[in-house]
């Protein structure tokens, strides 16, 4: 079985910056790509970053310039960091990966639990 554990989230002053953590462990051979999603309140779930295996990144249009996705790849980890944060990126952060198991043949997509992430005026 595989975990994904969200971690950094919090509340800061418009401006500021947060660095997030999705943490893999369990039973994990690889892990393809990583992705960070967020659901606004009210709003749907949409995707923020992503970072592929050859460590090809992609943003949300809106985040461009203010958030870097990064991975390492020996702790299984991969960190969102968020600067010049604005009140419209208040969210439950989420991450999800697509990992294959040991012994496994094909890869299998997890999903955490999320992390909050305030942003006030």
């Known amino acids: 079985q595989v975990q994904l554990r969200e971690s950094g989230g919090g509340s800061v002053h418009a401006g500021g910056s947060l660095t997030l953590s999705c943490a893999a462990s369990g039973d994990i051979f690889k892990i393809n790509h990583v992705m960070w999603y967020r659901q606004p309140p009210g709003l749907q779930r949409e995707l923020v970053a992503g970072?592929?295996?050859?460590?090809?990144?992609t943003y949300l249009d809106s985040v461009k310039g203010r958030f870097a996705i990064s991975r390492d790849n020996a702790k299984n980890t991969v960190y969102l960091q968020m600067n010049s944060l604005k009140p419209e990126d208040t969210a439950v952060y989420y991450c999800?990966?697509?990992?294959?198991?040991?012994?496994?043949?094909?890869?299998?997509?997890?999903w955490g639990r999320g992390t909050q992430v305030t942003v006030s005026s």
């Open positions: 999800n990966a697509d990992v294959m198991i040991s012994g496994g043949y094909y890869y299998q997509d997890y």
């Open positions: 970072i592929m295996s050859d460590d090809t990144t």
